[in-house]
């Protein structure tokens, strides 16, 4: 069964920066591979998703801030996530669609202080 390990999340001030990396455990063919977030008591919200040719689709509230990025060869998705703001406190969630199945990440938390 393939995972999704996540790694760097974390605290942060307002105005800081992260990047969330996304590894599957084992060699995917990844079709589309997304970042997706939930805060309390809201639903999972996409973030960005990125496809085989690198194209790339933003939430709004994130444009100019957050870059999705993939290597194939590492199995891995990014997400660099700069000047922060408290909304986007949550924890962020990594999906790849194969052609197989699709797999979740068990969810990292990202919490930005005021």
């Known amino acids: 069964q393939v995972q999704l390990v996540e790694s760097g999340g974390g605290l942060v001030q307002a105005g800081g920066s992260l990047r969330l990396s996304c590894s599957a455990s084992?060699?995917?063919?990844?079709?589309?591979a997304g970042w997706y977030r939930q805060a309390p008591g809201k639903e999972r919200d996409m973030v960005a998703v990125?496809?085989?040719?690198?194209?790339?689709l933003y939430a709004d509230s994130v444009k100019g801030r957050f870059t999705i990025s993939r290597d194939d060869a590492k199995n891995t998705a990014y997400l660099q996530m700069n000047n922060l703001k408290p909304e986007d406190t949550a924890v962020y969630y990594c999906h790849f669609d194969t052609p197989h199945s699709d797999y979740w990440g068990q969810g990292t938390q990202v919490t930005v202080s005021s």
């Open positions: 084992e060699t995917v063919s990844i079709n589309v």
């Open positions: 990125i496809d085989r040719r690198s194209s790339t």
